[in-house]
């Protein structure tokens, strides 16, 4: 890859993989998982992830943290507001549910569970139960932020 090359990333839709993505920055662990630092439901879920990840394949990072879009530019700024983001080896990436599925299936602790989704049509349902809940999670105990921050905000990125 040279300088002036943007890496560019595949996205996994309802679990399937779309495009063809090129090389992405090197990463510190083959996975890094990238959440709301300001959502306390999303802290108490990262540290379940911490305790599960007894291989430490994890680096955990808010997207809050200095350096983050940088690092991932393939990823939109209002990306890290409306999902978790999964970034594996080679920059695949995944969002919402399918991270989640993913996450599930790297972890030995969540290999008990990562079966469900070969359920028909459990990856379109957790996505919507996803979406909804990200939606909704300053109701469920996420934090003051959350109730006033619009979900619908814009980011500036940097494009005219």
Same mark, same amino acid.
């Given at each position: 890859?040279?300088?002036?090359? &943007? ?10 993989? =779309?495009?063809? %993505? ?8 083959? *996975? ?6 300001? @959502?306390?439901? @999303? ?22 943290? $200095? ?7 393939? &990823? $939109?700024?209002?990306? *890290?507001?409306? /999902?978790?983001? !999964? =970034? ?25 569970? /990562?079966? =469900? %989704?070969? &359920?028909?049509? =459990? ?5 919507? %139960? *996803? ?6 999670? *300053?109701? !469920?105990? @996420?934090?003051?932020? @959350? ?7 814009? %980011? ?5």
């Amino acid at each position: 890859m040279t300088a002036s090359t &943007i890496p560019v990333v595949l996205f996994t839709v309802k679990g399937e993989p =779309v495009g063809e %993505f090129a090389e992405a920055p090197p990463l510190g662990r083959p *996975y890094t998982v990238v959440f709301d630092g300001f @959502c306390k439901i @999303c802290n108490r879920l990262v540290k379940v992830l911490r305790r599960w990840d007894k291989q430490q394949i994890l680096e955990i990072v808010p997207s809050q943290q $200095p350096g983050v879009q940088a690092r991932f530019p393939w &990823i $939109p700024a209002k990306a *890290y507001t409306a /999902s978790v983001q !999964l =970034v594996g080896p080679g920059g695949r990436t995944w969002q919402g549910a399918a991270a989640i599925e993913q996450l599930l299936d790297v972890l030995p602790r969540g290999k008990w569970i /990562s079966w =469900v %989704f070969s &359920i028909p049509f =459990v990856r379109p349902l957790a996505e919507k %139960f *996803y979406r909804w809940f990200a939606r909704n999670r *300053y109701m !469920l105990g @996420c934090g003051d932020h @959350c109730a006033s921050r619009p979900l619908d905000v814009m %980011f500036d990125e940097g494009q005219e």
